[in-house]
């Protein structure tokens, strides 16, 4: 199973750190978000071995992904924070296409981030 924690209410401009728990093995694990009435989006994703990620554009530059020294544990550094960054964020590990969203073997519960303005 996959366990997020670390959500949370930030004003416009500030930082939260995401965290995603695996049980078991390692596993290429992705962070995807889902705003209010809006479809899931790609955020983030990382290898199982954390040599290769891969950013949304529309965070690039403001987000970070990474493999913590437990390396079930991937973290989400969010930073420059928008009030359109507000949204539930899943991870999910073992997908076949992350920037779809498609195929992926286990997902969490989500954790709610909200940025005010």
């Known amino acids: 199973y996959l366990e997020e924690s670390g959500g949370g209410l930030v004003q416009a401009g500030g930082s939260l750190r995401l965290s995603c728990a695996a049980s078991g093995r390692t596993y290429s694990t992705g962070w995807f978000r889902q705003a209010p009435g809006k479809e899931r989006d790609f955020v983030a994703a990382?290898?199982?071995?954390?040599?290769?990620?891969l950013y949304a554009d529309s965070v690039k530059g403001r987000f970070t992904i990474s493999r913590g020294n437990a390396e079930n544990t991937v973290y989400l550094e969010m930073n420059g924070l928008k009030p359109e960054d507000t949204a539930v964020y899943y991870c999910?590990?073992?997908?076949?296409?992350?920037?779809?969203?498609?195929?992926?073997?286990?997902w969490g519960q989500g954790t709610q981030v909200t940025v005010s303005s």
């Open positions: 999910a590990a073992e997908c076949q296409d992350y920037k779809l969203g498609q195929g992926c073997d286990y």
């Open positions: 990382i290898t199982w071995s954390g040599d290769s990620t």
